[in-house]
């Protein structure tokens, strides 16, 4: 029987990268061989030969197979061969050669680096284990990206990245050079995100930003469309933050925002009696504006108030509704919707009640002995928790100024408090 020498020669048909091409890169392989007889001699002639592919030496079973015609000039022949690429993930790989009706050659030919080019095509998979880089992707000179992602479809993401292990960032990237980015993400198209992170497991940040160097910006954004958010961070976890920033360095801010046409910052809860802005430091600014009209504090209180509700201080300092005329302990109306509250407690104040000590705030009224009209002077009622026009002012008992009118009866105006 005739033996058969190959000698294999392995290239990958197109190269992966610098090439512009309409198609998809192919997954086949060029293989040229040599067959000769026992002698050495050359071959002519057709002849079926079936290549396999192994992750070992010797033994296994094949993870795929091709069988191919071939024609021999010479003893030279070329072909392609066609393996699934999900079998170029790392692993060592080995190929298995047979002309029928003779057995398997042995030992299998080794595949070599230039076919792990196939991992890279799209849709490929590159997988690793160990402390080893998966990918790593270096570059050194002036000017120009290390890399650049492109995607122009849409809901496309630029590139996706998914960690499930303890202690592994989607994406690290770090910069030591003046002036250069550690991340920069750009969208052109509508409703895209220049950079989105999506994390699920305890203690993970979805964005991690650390600086250093003077004069730079931890995160940094900028957009140009119209409702569009520079950074927008979204939290679902419990006591999770859906933005942490914190300046360590002499004169560092933790955040910086500006705008030349709209809100510097803006935070919104969507819960009720949620804090937009929380600190347990103090705050400065130049000024304050509220939209609503009074400055409350929390102040315990004997049972429970409605809003509007006149009170006096009772024993112990603990206040309670109004009852009697001209009541000189007179402390203050409950608030509706205090613009600063005062004495909060981040737990909640329990048997407590925001009282209105300046500012304007609606307030339960008694006209029936007197009108009350713009202007006049208020002070405690005989009915609980209302107040009346002073007719006979008095140190000490004056509540506030009515803002509003009552003919008679009873009914709720607002009030300028002034405690006198």
Known sequence: MKAITFVIVLAVLCSICGVATAATVTQAIMHQGTLTDSGGNPLTG????????????????????????????????????????????????????????????????????????????????IKGSG?????????????????????????????????YGSGSPGINSTTIAYNAWSFKGFTAGESSGGVYMNTIGASSPGVMALTQGDNSQAMSGVTHGDLSDAIVGISN?????????????TNSTGV?????????????????????????????????????????????????VAPGTVLVIGKGGVLEPSAVAYDTRVAGIVSTSPGVSLGTNESGNP???????????????????????????????????????????????????????????????????TLQ
């Open 256 to 304: 910086y925002a500006w705008s030349n046409q709209h809100y510097g910052i803006f935070a919104d809860t969507e819960v009720a009696g949620g804090y937009g802005v929380f600190t347990p430091d103090k705050m400065s600014a130049l000024t304050y504006d509220t939209n609503s009209g009074d400055v409350a504090e929390y102040l315990q209180v004997s049972e429970s």
């Open 46 to 125: 057709t002849f079926t030969v079936t290549f396999r592919l192994y992750n070992v030496a010797n033994g296994g079973t094949a993870l795929a197979t091709d069988t191919h015609t071939l024609t021999a000039t010479n003893g030279k022949f070329t072909t392609t061969l066609s393996f699934p690429s999900g079998n170029y993930n790392g692993q060592g790989l080995w190929l298995g050669i047979q002309r029928a009706p003779d057995p398997e050659k042995t030992p299998r030919t080794v595949f070599r680096p230039v076919p792990y080019a196939l991992s890279l095509r799209p849709g490929a998979l």
């Open 237 to 249: 976890g419990d006591e999770s933050n859906a933005a942490f920033f914190w300046g360590k360095g």
């Open 351 to 417: 048997g407590e009640a925001l009282v209105a000590v300046a500012g304007k705030v609606p307030c339960n009224v008694d006209a029936s002995g007197a009108p009350i009209h713009e202007g006049d002077l208020l002070a405690t009622s005989g009915t609980p928790g209302y107040a009346m026009k002073a007719t006979d002012p008095q140190i000490g008992t004056i509540l506030g100024k009515a803002m509003g009118s009552l003919e008679s009866g009873t009914g709720r105006i607002e009030v300028l408090v």
């Open 131 to 163: 402390a080893a880089h998966v990918l790593k992707v270096m570059k050194t000179g002036d000017e120009g990206m290390t890399m650049n992602v492109t995607s122009s479809g849409n809901d496309s993401p630029g590139i996706r990245v998914f960690t």
